[in-house]
């Protein structure tokens, strides 16, 4: 199942890099969705939940937009993507640019669907919070 969800991965943040963030079809019903740090922390349950959170973050920013840099099987059942996003400040005009470069996102799978999404600001947080180092991490 590990590469299944790999490739549903790449196809749920391909769009994600021209900063369309708009479908849902790929998450279960009662998707927990958490942003642990960032400018938009919280936790947000279900389909309306994670609508309002990307709501709420995205209404802060102008194009903004998620490069990947790398897919992680991290235990069979979740995909840790490496990620750069960027975009600009709505009301300072701020580059977000190399101030928030590393970013990632876990997808943790309940059968073909993702149940459970979070998206980090912090890359280094991502590892902390999955036991992996920085090093080893990349080097895979």
């Known amino acids: 199942m590990s590469q299944e969800n790999v490739e549903l991965v790449r196809a749920i943040c391909a769009p994600w890099a021209g900063g369309d963030y708009g479908s849902a079809e790929w998450a279960h019903p009662d998707i927990d969705v958490v942003l642990p740090d960032g400018p938009t922390p919280g936790n947000w349950m279900g389909l309306a939940g994670m609508a309002q959170a990307y709501r709420e973050f995205l209404s802060a920013w102008d194009d903004v937009r998620t490069d990947v840099e790398e897919f992680r ?9 490496l990620t750069h996003s960027s975009g600009r400040g709505k009301a300072s005009g701020l ?18 669907k993702v149940a459970k999404l979070v998206l980090y600001w912090d890359r280094d947080r991502a590892y902390s919070d999955l036991g992996l180092a920085p090093e080893k991490a990349s080097q895979e």
């Open 73 to 81: 099987d991290v235990d069979g059942e979740s995909v840790l993507v």
């Open 95 to 112: 580059e977000l640019g190399p101030i928030s470069a590393k970013t990632a996102v876990l997808f943790r799978f309940r059968g073909s």
